[in-house]
């Protein structure tokens, strides 16, 4: 009886494989990116991907895009409850300090790495299972918070070799003096309404400071005359936004104000900020975030002082292959070759022994002859090839090849001798390489 051919079940629509190559970069990325926070003092924490439909209304917004059309929701069938794949990562940070009281003693700086799920277009730079990088420091007041995220944005972008990435700044105010300016946006755009697509009249008297975010550019001419809220700001605002001004100044940081920089989630007050690029085509934001102080009040915990940012992972990875700073593949420091019963028991035990001593090891498996796994060594990477045949094993010995430089011959060494005899060559090699 012949098998029925099935076919091969593929990945959801804009949720990519990150396939060994591409993944050992993020690493690299990752690495970079939790030096960096440490340097600043902040402090890990990890949320569930799921959590209940209800935080994001709430904390979001329900009138935005993200909560009407992009957030993926489904009713757990086990109990009736409303969940959905995380469609940004500050509700779920705020909802998890409230929840441990994290803030009850001392102001917290956190961060944390991972996917967001948003059913968008999938198209460069934008997946619909796409990575973040959130910061978000609780319990701070003043404009120095808000001025050191921003300093620290600037500060990875030189670790990680990026230019070209300007700065974007904004005040949002505080809800009355945005209430004020939302009467009188309504009124601009309701003497303009011919003017409107079917978004900007839907979102009219619902959240009309969106309308400024159009990307429509029919109505840019329209959005770029309306009322501009940093003239309805005032006094403690002002100061406030002049407070981080003054910072980035003092460190000679520029920057342009954007008036009608508004950010696309309903919790921001007082700063907001975006990190832009004109390198990725329309997709220019690579980093953005700003003050939040009524979001833990929002979500059931006790009014507390709040600030923060994400960046896109897929698009500041592009940014630096864009920038040439693709990394090579690392490679192992030996390929371990091996042919006979013997020779692989103690190949086995030759293989622990060097790992006990810090050298990275790739054993080979899978048989073959040593023509053909000396090949795979060559095309490993690896510095080194430890070769052990039956003759080798019977005696407790190795032979020592190194693949990179060619001045070095082969060697037959006693097995507990080999981790000195690497050791003392990758050192070699490594000053070789300084001294160049």
């Given amino acids: 009886m012949s098998q029925t051919h099935q076919a091969a079940i593929q990945s959801v629509k804009g949720m990519p494989d990150i396939l060994p190559a591409e993944a050992e970069f993020w690493e690299l990325f990752e690495d970079t990116v939790r030096s960096w926070l440490k340097a600043y003092g902040y402090r890990p924490i990890r949320m569930p991907i799921v959590e209940p439909t209800p ?27 409303p969940l959905t794949l995380r469609p940004e990562g500050t509700a779920g940070c705020v909802r998890a300090v409230i929840q441990h009281s994290l803030i009850a003693q001392q102001p917290q700086r956190l961060y944390y790495m991972g996917p967001m799920f948003r059913h968008e277009r999938p198209q460069k730079g934008r997946y619909r299972q796409f990575h973040q990088v959130g910061v978000e420091a609780l319990g701070c007041a003043g404009p120095d918070i808000d001025a050191e995220m921003i300093l620290m944005g600037a500060r990875l972008w030189a670790d990680l070799g990026l230019e070209g990435i300007e700065l974007q700044l904004n005040s949002l105010g505080q809800p ?39 990307k429509n550019p029919a109505l840019q001419e ?72 009524g979001l833990v009040g929002q979500l059931g915990g006790k009014p507390a002082p709040a600030c923060g940012f994400a960046m896109g992972v897929e698009r500041l990875i592009a940014l630096i292959k864009d920038a040439g700073g693709e990394p090579a593949a690392p490679a192992p420091d030996v390929y371990l ?18 790992r006990d001593q810090g050298i990275d090891v790739l054993l080979h498996c899978g048989g073959g002859s040593f023509k053909s796994q000396m090949k795979k060594a060559d095309g490993s990477g690896a510095a080194f090839a430890v070769i052990i045949g039956d003759d080798e094993a019977a005696t407790g010995e190795a032979q020592l090849k190194p693949l990179r430089d060619e001045g070095a011959g082969q060697r037959k060494l006693k097995v507990d001798d080999l981790a000195a005899a690497i050791v003392d060559q990758l050192i070699d090699a490594n000053q070789a390489d300084d001294e160049e």
């Avoid at 939302?182 to 959240?207: M, P, S, V």
């Avoid at 070759?337 to 022994?353: C, K, N, P």
């Fill in 222 to 293: 329209l959005c770029a005359a309306a009322p501009k809220l940093i003239d309805y700001l005032g006094e403690a605002s002002l100061a406030h936004f002049e407070g981080v001004q003054r910072v980035l100044k003092d460190a000679g940081l520029p920057y342009t104000i954007n008036p009608r920089l508004v950010r696309g989630l309903d919790y921001y007050n007082l700063t907001v900020f975006e990190w832009v690029t004109d390198r990725l085509g329309a997709q220019g934001t690579v980093c953005a975030g700003g003050r939040y102080d």
């Fill in 176 to 214: 009355d003096e945005r209430a004020r300016h939302r009467a009188e946006l309504i009124a601009y755009f309701e003497a303009h309404a011919e003017l409107l697509d079917e978004d900007g009249k839907r979102r009219l008297h619902t959240n009309p400071l969106r309308i400024l975010d159009s």
């Fill in 337 to 354: 070759v091996h042919q006979g019963e013997a020779a692989t028991r103690l190949a086995f035990r030759t293989a622990e022994g060097l």
């Fill in 55 to 81: 935080l994001f209304k709430r904390a979001i917004g329900e009138v935005t895009d993200i909560v009407e059309k992009e957030m993926y929701s489904f009713i757990d069938s086990l109990n009736g409850e």
